[in-house]
């Protein structure tokens, strides 16, 4: 008789590709990512389907391309029915639960396929979120935005309003531990453990965030930054608050902030796996680490996703395969090969329509993966091979072609065979394309780029407005409304 199949997920939110110690980041401190590496695949050119949340999960969750499943934002707006992986592996007889942050775009509180779900998402939601419950009955309660301060301090590092023991990060790692250790071993199981950081707000608690007080790597900033900019990275540029030039002291902190965020996490996830080393479960178990997408984190003045320069496009991928030696995989992949991959592992069947590939099934290779930010006249693709990549932007209708890596010049050539061949695929996936949700509008970039645009987008806790306008004293208000504020600011 088989053992049986046991399957831990750990996931991060807007974590680079290149963040991990062991895989080349001198700067990161990530003692337990480091040894899953020495004992994991390694996939080093693994992409995001989609540079954003929403879509990149929803791809993870039904094997499926933007194109596929219709999500190319974080809109409700999609083709895709059913519970994907997760009600597979509940249907096939696995135990299954999620812990932490899921970003579904239908019904974000819904199980989705699981059995049961832990829940804490980015905003709180004192009806349907544990996490935020748990903290309304400590001490805490009057800690509105735990997970940082957003909106016009998104992007500014910021100490956490919480001690580390009931920290939004350590919430998650505390009950993986406990679902673990009630973890029946005689049963299948499938664990998803999510973290939102280090997606900003960059909040880490005291005292993690002096763990990277030295000196880090400036931004990569090449000359031509803006020849290699589409639409979408203008508007990381001016959302994200970067618009009145480039302070390398807030950047270096920012980035200190944003390492501090994934030291904290590493350690959480060292917690995690001690408890399946001391159940002897360890050998025995599929564990996988990736995040949704990356972050500019300064590179090319940009902040944020929404691009598909590596930076944000290009994700780490860690997978411990039992009775699998670990080996250093160069060829391209995408999260949309995970359902296979674990389906397969699980002895499960795949669903008839699936864009993915089973990760360690020889003869199942492909040239390309692709990726997807928007669509209609806004839309952004990439179709991305293990040494080069084109990529399309509808709004500036033009293309950029980079076989050299980080990105620093722009080598499309309408006449190159190579050019012409990514073009070709890259043009068949966005005739594929099923998303819902046109973005039609027709942009003047010479206009755009004269007279570009500063967005302030307010995302307040709407759920418990009234509680934080409840703590100040009569005479005293606060603007928590959710609001759009545009200003123009000329280029200098």
Known sequence: M???????FLMTDQQRWDTIHALGCENAITPNLDRLAAEAAVFENCYTPAPVCAPARLSLYSGLYPAGH???????????????????????????????????IRDRYALHGFQRRITQEELPDPVNDDYTRFLMNTE???????????????????????????HPTQWIGDRTVDVLKELDPAKPAFIFSSFIHPHPPFAPPVPWNKLHRREMDPPFVPENSRDLMT?????????????????????????????????????????????LREREMYDDTLIIFTSDHGEMLGDYLCLG???????????????????RAPERRREVCSLVDLMPTILNYAGL???????????????????????QFSNGTTGLYMAASNHDKLVYSAADRRFWY???????????????????????????????????????????????????????VKQDSVNRKEDERALLPPGYDIDVDIVYTWKRKKEQ
Do not use: W
């Not at 088989?2 to 831990?8: G, H, Q």
């Not at 934002?73 to 812990?99: E, K, R, W």
């Not at 930076?311 to 009775?323: F, I, M, Q």
């Open 305 to 323: 996703k929404r691009t598909m320069l590596d930076a944000s496009a290009k994700v780490p991928l860690l997978v411990k395969y039992p009775g």
């Open 2 to 8: 088989s053992e049986p199949k046991r399957i831990l």
């Open 402 to 456: 980079f076989d050299q890596y980080p990105e620093r010049e722009d080598r499309y050539d309408s006449q190159s065979s190579r050019c012409r061949e990514l073009r070709r695929l890259l043009e068949n996936y966005i005739a594929s394309d099923q998303s819902l949700e046109q973005d039609d509008r027709v942009i003047d970039m010479d206009q755009y780029r004269r007279d570009y645009r500063y967005r302030l």
């Open 231 to 275: 639409y979408h990275n203008y508007h990381q540029n001016t959302y994200k608050g970067l618009s009145a030039g480039a302070d390398y002291h807030l950047l270096t902190q920012m980035k200190n902030f944003y390492y501090s965020c994934i030291s904290f996490v590493d350690y959480q996830i060292g917690r995690i796996l001690d408890v």
């Open 70 to 104: 219709g999500s190319c934002n974080n809109s409700p707006d999609i083709v895709y029915t059913g519970d994907g992986l997760y009600g597979m592996l509940t249907a096939g007889g696995f135990d299954t639960c999620a812990v932490g942050k899921m970003h579904y």
């Open 349 to 371: 069947p795949l669903p008839e329509r699936l864009d993915g590939q089973d990760l360690f099934t020889e003869d199942n290779r492909r040239e390309v993966v692709y990726s």
């Open 140 to 166: 805490y309660r009057d800690v509105i935005d735990y997970n940082g301060q957003r909106s016009e301090m998104y992007y500014i590092p910021q100490l956490s309003q919480l001690p580390q023991r009931v």
